[in-house]
């Protein structure tokens, strides 16, 4: 008893120094993230250096020079000349920044926001010298808008998304206002992503007015790349706020996947049929190849019997010996062995089939007298 109480005495001065560090710790753990410049001025083609503190550890993070305070987004940023920098074990970071003249008028800021997960930005004031500077626009979005009910994607693919032409839905939901102004021609942020990687964030602004206290249904126009297929995940911002997620299964465009099949299968088989015309037509004939036969000649109708226009009888049957072999024939007499020409011609009979000179005499038949 007497050594733990020497002991809780001994230690009672160090007590009170580490309490208040302790609590430090803790109160710096709560703070939002903050953004500093090393210079509050400096001209187009110049550097500062952009250090900040309380942002969670190992998170990626894009600077930029903004004009308007960035009252309409990133639309009034310089993004060509934005960097991206990644925070250390304890949420601190320091990034070189290009001084670039932004597309509105100054005031202007550095703006300092997260590319993935949870959102979260910080702005620190900056003046880019030489850079025109204008009043801020009226703020008509003061309102505050939450999104009260299930996000939908409408509308469906046709006959072009199924041979590779961009997907198109629209990005249907109900927002309120639950501010006390309404909200007139709001700006929202919707980013399409496929897999692990980040949102591409494209701005959209929706013509009308939210009033105070009242809800309205909102339809976002979203496209794809063209032949894009696989999950993907339509989010919308606004403010800076992630306000919903909606999962998107593009159906994969089977059409350009046929044509191809048919371009492998239907050009092959035309340059092939082509080639054979073109070798049957300058192959030269083969030697000894039969002639193509002729045309078979006529067989004459058969003869009829009429009269003729005396009323006598007529044969109308046509000879069908040649006329030059009846006209040698009739020249030639019976028997005779040479033509008209002077020419030997073949005898009509050979000696083995001419008939015999000598006849038989028939015997008598009986009772003949």
Request: positive net charge.
């Amino acid at each position: 008893m007497l050594a733990a109480l020497a002991l809780a005495l001994a230690l009672l001065p160090v007590l009170p120094p580490v309490l208040p560090a302790a609590a430090a710790h803790t109160a710096s753990a709560g703070d939002p993230p903050s953004a500093a410049v090393s210079r509050k001025e400096a001209g187009a083609g110049g550097s500062i250096t952009v250090t900040g503190r309380g942002w969670r550890p190992h998170t990626l993070l894009t600077l930029l020079i903004c004009g308007q305070n960035m009252i309409g987004g990133t639309n009034s940023c310089a993004n060509g000349d934005g960097r991206a920098v990644t925070t250390d074990d304890r949420g601190a970071f320091s990034r070189p920044l290009p001084v670039a003249e932004p597309p509105k008028p100054c005031p202007c800021v550095v703006h300092v926001a997260t590319v993935t997960g949870p959102a979260a930005a910080a702005d620190a004031a900056f003046k880019v010298a030489g850079h025109p500077v204008a009043p801020l626009p009226q703020d008509v979005s003061a309102g505050r808008l939450a999104v009260l009910a299930q996000p939908r994607l409408v509308g469906s693919g046709g006959l072009l998304t199924w041979f590779g032409a961009p997907p198109q839905r629209e990005l249907a939901f109900t927002v309120g206002n639950l501010g006390s102004t309404p909200t007139k021609d709001p700006i929202f942020q919707v980013g399409t992503s496929h897999g692990v990687f980040a949102p591409k964030w494209e701005d959209q602004q929706w013509r009308g007015t939210v009033p105070a206290g009242r809800r309205t249904e909102v339809r976002l126009p979203v496209e794809l790349a063209a032949g894009a297929h696989g999950d993907y995940l339509v989010s919308l911002k606004y403010g800076g706020r992630l306000l919903v997620e909606q999962p998107w299964e593009v159906g994969r465009p089977w059409g350009v996947t046929l044509f191809w099949v048919l371009l492998c299968v239907v050009v092959p088989t035309v340059v092939f049929r082509i080639g054979m015309a073109v070798v049957d037509r300058v192959r030269p004939p083969r030697p000894g190849a039969a002639a193509r036969p002729g045309r078979a000649p006529r067989r004459p109708r058969p003869g009829r019997t009429g009269r003729d226009r005396h009323g006598d009888r007529r044969d109308d049957r046509r000879d069908d010996r040649p006329k030059g072999r009846q006209k040698d024939r009739h020249d030639m007499g019976p028997g005779t062995g040479a033509a008209p020409d002077g020419t030997a011609a073949l005898p009509w009979f050979t000696p083995d089939t001419a008939p015999s000179t000598t006849a038989t005499e028939r015997p008598p038949s009986k009772g003949s007298a």
